[in-house]
């Protein structure tokens, strides 16, 4: 994909098919006459919204009547010119408007492309960006908040912070460098190592919130397990509110584990029904069981089930989640609710014990996933995590070499080293497959 072409671009920026209104934006260079051209229409005055007539000139037709806002460069989000084209809604349309632009030599628009040219024309960072997309993807109000909390700039203010700090430090060592012990007195290595310490304390509390950032990007993996006919499709059944997967009294009816995304208390949760577990011989079993545990291990929560002993049972397997509620299934005439191995008593079947586990699930995820929106920093991909923790090391190794009192020419390359990671993490990225790989999982009109 090329993304650095100079070509018009065009994209639908609305969700395909009926609706009141479709959105088609345009960018590039000198799209006015473009504009005149598709309208009939000489002047446009920019950032404000005229109704226009859209023609097919070629096929001498009219194609709608629309509101069209022309942003003249740098004005516009890309910082080319941009146009904006609100026509009626439904899959006709947009489609005739769009196939009229590319016969105007005017090119699709790659995934992302539109919030790349903003990139590159300085209209946004890789951290707007990222926080951009996250935004869009967002799937529950726990996502959003977050999110939205990080429109505010916190990141990169604090980076900025962060690179300042370093390059005060940077200017001194290698002020002091070039001269001689009797010309100057030398900064000690304990004010230096003040600083680095700060520092280190700020990228560690973002790192201890990466596990928001997963929680928020991908979901939290609730996974139920237990041996065949312990009632875990029927579980998984009622906490979605409906009959997604096949109930029966014959062990093994589920072959292949289910998953579904859904909401829990805020919680973006993806809700996993596995096979049950048992020794086969059989391969298809053998499979089954190999994929149930391949879950587990992957899982931030397990609901064991057991009608029996389901804490027993779960210990044979040497679950390694932290987190597991365990349940005595198909407990239909029992009134107690929490047995004395903590294990609850539920039943899918008459809805005993199944808001004992809402609750007891439900304060699990407030307590694992709790993050205070005000105050805690949090980083909003993979590629800002994977940034961070180079940095920690870094930070680790300078510290421990001022420490032992090491050279101040290598702390000070080691220092230079930082700048350039917190500077990639801002966006300034020479590898254009790192920013195509980032600005790809972006949808079309974005």
Same mark, same amino acid.
């Given at each position: 994909?090329?993304?650095?072409?100079?070509?018009?671009?065009?994209?639908?920026?609305t969700?395909?098919g009926? +609706?009141?209104? +479709?959105?088609?934006r345009?960018?590039?260079? %000198?799209?006015?006459?473009?504009?005149?051209s598709?309208?009939?229409?000489?002047?446009?005055?920019?950032?404000?919204?005229?109704?226009?007539?859209?023609f097919?000139?070629k096929?001498?037709?009219?194609?709608?009547?629309?509101?069209?806002?022309?942003?003249?460069?740098?004005?516009?989000?890309?910082?080319?010119?941009v146009?904006?084209?609100?026509?009626?809604?439904?899959?006709?349309?947009?489609?005739?408007?769009?196939?009229?632009?590319?016969?105007?030599?005017?090119? !699709?628009?790659?995934?992302?492309? =539109?919030?790349?040219?903003?990139? *590159?024309? %300085?209209?946004?960072?890789?951290?707007?960006?990222?926080?951009?997309?996250s935004?869009?993807?967002?799937?529950?109000?726990?996502?959003?908040?977050?999110?939205?909390?990080?429109?505010?700039?916190?990141?990169?203010? %604090?980076?900025?912070?962060?690179?300042?700090?370093?390059?005060?430090?940077?200017?001194?060592?290698?002020?002091?460098?070039? =001269?001689?012990?009797?010309?100057i007195?030398?900064?000690?290595?304990?004010?230096? *190592?003040?600083?680095?310490?700060?520092? *280190?304390?700020?990228?560690?509390?973002?790192?201890?919130?990466?596990?928001l950032?997963?929680? /928020?990007?991908?979901?939290?993996?609730?996974?139920?397990?237990?041996? !065949?006919?312990?009632?875990?499709?029927?579980?998984?059944?009622?906490?979605?509110?409906?009959?997604?997967?096949?109930v029966?009294?014959?062990?093994?009816?589920?072959?292949?584990?289910?998953?579904?995304?859904?909401?829990?208390?805020?919680?973006?949760?993806?809700?996993?029904?596995?096979?049950?577990?048992f020794e086969?011989?059989?391969?298809? %079993?053998?499979d089954?069981?190999k994929?149930? /545990?391949?879950?587990?291990? +992957?899982?931030?929560?397990?609901?064991?089930?057991?009608?029996?002993?389901?804490?027993?049972?779960a210990?044979?397997?040497?679950?390694?989640?932290?987190?597991?509620?365990?349940?005595k299934?198909?407990?239909?005439?029992?009134?107690?609710?929490?047995?004395?191995?903590? +294990?609850?008593?539920?039943?899918?079947?008459?809805?005993?014990?199944?808001?004992?586990?809402?609750?007891?699930?439900?304060?699990?995820?407030?307590?694992?996933?709790?993050y205070?929106f005000?105050?805690?920093?949090?980083l909003?991909?993979?590629?800002?995590?994977?940034?961070?923790?180079?940095?920690?090391?870094?930070?680790?190794?300078?510290?421990? /070499?001022?420490?032992?009192?090491?050279?101040?020419?290598?702390?000070?390359?080691?220092?230079?080293?930082?700048t350039?990671?917190?500077d990639?993490?801002?966006?300034?990225?020479?590898?254009?497959?790192?920013?195509?790989?980032?600005?790809?999982?972006?949808?079309v009109?974005?």
């Amino acid at each position: 994909m090329d993304y650095n072409r100079k070509d018009i671009i065009a994209a639908l920026a609305t969700t395909p098919g009926i +609706s009141a209104i +479709s959105i088609i934006r345009i960018s590039g260079e %000198n799209l006015t006459p473009l504009l005149q051209s598709i309208t009939k229409k000489k002047i446009f005055k920019s950032r404000y919204a005229t109704y226009c007539t859209i023609f097919d000139k070629k096929k001498k037709i009219i194609l709608d009547q629309c509101i069209v806002i022309y942003f003249a460069q740098p004005n516009s989000y890309t910082g080319e010119d941009v146009i904006e084209i609100n026509c009626h809604g439904g899959k006709i349309i947009a489609r005739k408007i769009l196939n009229m632009l590319y016969s105007h030599e005017v090119q !699709p628009a790659l995934a992302g492309e =539109f919030s790349y040219r903003a990139f *590159l024309n %300085n209209k946004i960072d890789l951290i707007e960006a990222e926080t951009i997309s996250s935004l869009i993807n967002s799937e529950s109000d726990y996502s959003h908040e977050m999110i939205i909390e990080n429109l505010n700039d916190s990141i990169r203010s %604090n980076i900025l912070d962060i690179n300042n700090k370093i390059t005060n430090v940077l200017t001194i060592i290698e002020h002091e460098l070039d =001269f001689s012990e009797n010309e100057i007195d030398y900064t000690t290595n304990e004010s230096i *190592l003040l600083i680095i310490e700060d520092i *280190l304390s700020t990228v560690n509390n973002y790192l201890s919130n990466q596990n928001l950032v997963k929680a /928020m990007n991908s979901g939290i993996n609730i996974v139920i397990m237990g041996i !065949p006919n312990a009632g875990k499709s029927s579980l998984f059944n009622k906490i979605i509110g409906y009959d997604r997967t096949v109930v029966s009294n014959q062990e093994g009816t589920t072959r292949d584990s289910v998953e579904i995304k859904l909401v829990i208390n805020q919680y973006p949760v993806n809700l996993i029904d596995t096979a049950g577990y048992f020794e086969s011989a059989n391969q298809i %079993n053998i499979d089954s069981i190999k994929q149930t /545990m391949g879950y587990a291990q +992957s899982a931030d929560v397990i609901i064991y089930l057991d009608e029996d002993d389901p804490v027993s049972c779960a210990s044979k397997l040497n679950l390694t989640c932290d987190n597991i509620i365990f349940c005595k299934s198909k407990q239909d005439n029992i009134k107690k609710l929490v047995n004395t191995d903590d +294990s609850l008593n539920i039943s899918s079947k008459s809805n005993h014990g199944i808001n004992s586990l809402y609750d007891k699930l439900s304060t699990v995820l407030s307590t694992q996933y709790q993050y205070n929106f005000k105050n805690d920093p949090i980083l909003i991909s993979d590629r800002q995590i994977l940034i961070f923790k180079e940095a920690y090391l870094l930070l680790e190794q300078i510290k421990t /070499m001022l420490e032992e009192d090491m050279g101040m020419d290598i702390v000070a390359s080691h220092m230079h080293e930082l700048t350039n990671l917190f500077d990639e993490c801002l966006g300034k990225v020479s590898n254009d497959s790192v920013l195509e790989s980032i600005f790809s999982t972006f949808c079309v009109g974005k």
